[in-house]
């Protein structure tokens, strides 16, 4: 008799470090900057020269505690700093300052919106640290930056209850909302102001954990999903073929996993107390200021409250399908383009087409871009279609260089002579042209292979640069086929 084998089951846990909204660095007077040539930024402090001594930035504590306040968490009084230790060429001190055994923030939660409804995610701890600088690889060589060095972070550390890629990213972007809505960071992650590490585990046993594999460094809700996927069937793979997973550190690539290290232990970063700076207290002032700015607490019930008013509004005033509306709502600068544009005057049934689809696949393909189209030309261009101006396949050859690089589309169009065209006698001619030029790809139309008509119609729309109307174009080579296999026949049949 079989003995069932138990289901394998991922567990995910997420760390995000998310860059503070200040002016200045967490331990000294330096700008934050992300554009500022090379080793610029920096000073005595930032570089751990001997001798100096930091001065925390109230700034970050209050923002710090905003964050926690809009998460639900308890704020602890009396929090501490610790020296957090490694070898990195990053690290000019040899260690970095945060925060380990007394946390500012503790035990709060997320909820996300689910398949099967809404579900709670703990978060066990914020807590503030210094970032470190950047390495900038080359062929044979690298440089370090340090201007990042000492930029105000906050990790948020959540506890293993994903169980999924889509659920990882669902919480991801719901945080990624809340933080940047309570105007706690930026949050710009081609500016790598959001930053992800994925904890990723596969067990066979209910409640158990397995070796943990840490996801490094990943900038993108996107790839966020793909890198879980993936590192959740590598280790799936494993374990039901008999192996071990090694604990170990790995970074995405685009399209797989690679090992980039064994997994440090804590024990391995000899964490101390940080004899410069001393405990946080004065908190209560700072979670006042919170609960004034911040329309709900805690802010992602309000704002999924919010999304359920927002719903009913874009389905009422717009006519948008409930697909449409979710789909708007799950990207709220998709969300604002769509809205800010029918504010303009265009056919919202029109617009959301646009931005459901080309849009969102521009920014899809290009996660870490900021995206340039403004209302006004996503309006233009989507009524210009409308109206018959401009081929739809015109617009969407437009809109990739819109959402890079921006630009009027009526502009565009005039200097680049893109009017539709409705010359039918061209049309057919082209039409009779081509098929003449291709009796093989005729044949086989006449052998019941319609699939070639696609290759026929995107013959004839390159042929005008897609200022011809595809369904006139596919009208006029089906009935120029229908003609040749009616031709055909008779002559067979004689």
Known sequence: MSVAVPPVVPSIGLEVHCQLKTQTKMFCGCPVTHSQSPNTAVCSICLGD????????????RLAVRAGVALGCTVHQGSTFARKH???????????ITQHERPLCSDGGLHIETMAGRKRISIERIHLEEDAGKLIHAADHSLVDFNRCGTPLIEIVGRPDLHSADEAEAYLRMLHRVLVHAQVT????????????ANVSVS???GQLG????????????????AIDHEVERQTRIAEAGGAVVQATRGWNGSGTDRLRTKDSEAEYRYCVEPDLGAIFGVDADMVEAERVLEGVPLDVWLLREDTDRHARLRQDHGLSASDASALLSDEVLCQLFEDSVAIGVNPREMVKWVRGPIARWRN????????????AACSLASMVEQG??????????????CGEGGDPERMVAQRSLERMDDDTALRAAVDGMLRDHPREVQR??????????????????????????????????????????????????
Request: include cysteine.
């Open 445 to 494: 139309y006449k052998q019941g292979r319609t699939r070639v008509l696609g290759f026929f119609i995107g013959l004839i729309m390159r042929q005008f640069d897609e200022r011809m109307d595809a369904r006139k174009v596919r009208f006029v080579v089906l009935k120029a086929l229908e003609d040749v296999v009616s031709i055909g026949g008779s002559e067979e049949s004689d």
């Open 50 to 61: 001997p001798g100096v001594l930091p001065v925390l930035n109230d700034t970050a504590v």
């Open 186 to 197: 930026d949050g710009s992650m081609e500016k790598g102001q959001f930053r992800v590490d």
């Open 86 to 96: 490694y070898w990195y060429p990053d690290t000019p001190k040899g260690y970095q």
């Open 365 to 376: 393909e290009y996660p870490n871009q900021q995206m340039c189209i403004t209302p006004s």
């Open 204 to 206: 066979g046993v209910p």
């Open 389 to 402: 101006t401009i081929t739809r396949e015109v617009g969407r050859s437009l809109v990739a260089e819109l």
């Open 211 to 226: 070796p943990r594999v840490e996801l490094k460094n990943i900038n993108s809700f996107r790839f966020v999903r793909k």
